[in-house]
């Protein structure tokens, strides 16, 4: 079975950083596509950022560009998203799914998914002020 588990949430003041990390099994890692995104209480799910593992494309939401980064470890299977300068809107729930082509797809111009499929259990960010 497909399974992402989420780690590396925790309360930070604004300015500072945190590293999540999305640990994947129960598919083929190296050539899938990964995204994380969050969820604020009361909000809509919102797209973070996105890698694939298969050609090395990433994407990042306007939001996320110039303080986050999405990387990866092939031999650990996991997707890493460090976040710098975080501020208090920055708080969220945040998670992790693979992304499944054609519906699903990650590419330097394309971040497009769907909120079903298989999801991690959520790390919580608490940024602040």
């Known amino acids: 079975e497909v399974q992402l588990v989420e780690s590396g949430g925790g309360l930070v003041q604004a300015g500072g950083s945190l590293r999540l990390s999305c640990a994947g099994s129960g598919f083929s890692f190296d050539d899938s596509a990964i995204g994380w995104f969050r969820q604020a209480p009361g909000k809509d799910l919102e797209g973070v950022s996105c890698?694939?593992?298969?050609?090395?494309?990433?994407y990042y939401l306007e939001f996320a560009k110039d303080r986050f980064t999405i990387s990866t470890d092939n031999a650990k299977s996991t997707v890493y998203l460090q976040m710098n300068s975080l501020k208090p809107e920055d708080t969220a729930v945040y998670s992790c799914?693979?992304?499944?082509?054609?519906?699903?797809?990650?590419?330097?111009?394309?971040?497009?998914?769907?909120?079903?499929?298989?999801w991690g259990q959520g790390t919580q960010v608490t940024v602040s002020s």
């Open positions: 799914k693979v992304l499944l082509p054609p519906q699903e797809m990650c590419g330097s111009h394309w971040f497009r998914w769907s909120e079903s499929g298989y």
């Open positions: 890698i694939s593992m298969i050609d090395d494309s990433t």
